[in-house]
């Protein structure tokens, strides 16, 4: 709608969702807008929704903000291998987060999502809550780590030792870390998350389908239609090899991308990755 000038004023409403992990609310003004600031330096303030369309406001405190302001790279950075080469297909990446991808052939899809997830838990110091299961269903718990257990594996046996210090510097939160990513992936986290409806999505959500290969992108943004109640979200990955956390572009919708939207769909269709909508999942603490 060009050259037109629009203003909708609602009241703020309150929205909840069984099991939802932050109260949240809706913009109370919206007018249209670009989609895109190639100046922004956040997700937030990179990307604007599409007309009509307002985020959903979250907790300053809660995972869902602590994504939607996660910094990204300058407007047209590549994607770049844990090796320092470019990735290959770029034509669906909308933006890269600023977060590095380490030295190793490691952090890969299910284990960028643990990454982001991990970062934010350690920031607000909720070390209780960051542990994930190896595949063999061993959990990994971070505090028995920075207390100085470590790890012992034997065939498919694994199981705690006293072998360190106490510890709880970035520096080691990172070894534990890469442990995790050694040996846990998309078929044992599919297994940590609770399935929800697509209608409730909200940002730190997964669509995640476990299997070797498998596949997993974390929601990193939503935002919902004024009137309709519809929801849009944005959605980030790292792929293989070990590569960069990046926004995917929405190739089937340039008109909203990087937004996507399941109206009238089952199927979610990634740049490199077709997920069901019945594959959404949350984090159950």
Known sequence: ???????????????????????????????????????????????????????????????????????????????????????????????VLDIDVGTKDLQQCADAVMRLRAEYLYQHEMYSKIHFNFTNGFMADYIKWAEGSRVKISGNNTSWYAGAEKDYSYENFRKYLELVFSYAGTLSLSKELKTISVDSIVAGDVFIYGGSPGHAVIVTDVAQHIRTGERV????????????????????????????????????????WTFKKSQLKRFAD
């Open 1 to 95: 709608m060009k050259n037109i000038f629009l203003v909708f004023i609602i009241p703020a409403l309150l929205l909840t969702c069984a099991n939802q992990p932050e109260n949240i609310l809706v913009d109370s003004v919206i007018e249209p807008k670009e989609i895109m600031v190639k100046e922004g330096t956040t997700v937030l303030t990179r990307f604007n929704p599409p007309d009509s369309f307002v985020r959903l406001v979250a907790d300053s405190n809660s995972f869902a903000f602590f994504l939607r302001s996660f910094p990204l790279k300058k407007d047209g950075s590549k994607v770049l291998l844990y090796n320092g080469e470019e990735k290959f297909f770029q034509a669906g990446v909308a933006a």
């Open 233 to 272: 979200f944005m959605i980030a990955q790292s792929y293989m090899p070990a590569q960069n956390i990046h926004l995917l572009r929405n190739l089937n919708d340039l008109n909203i991308s990087p937004w996507y939207n399941l109206k009238g769909t089952d199927l979610l269709l990634s740049p490199e």
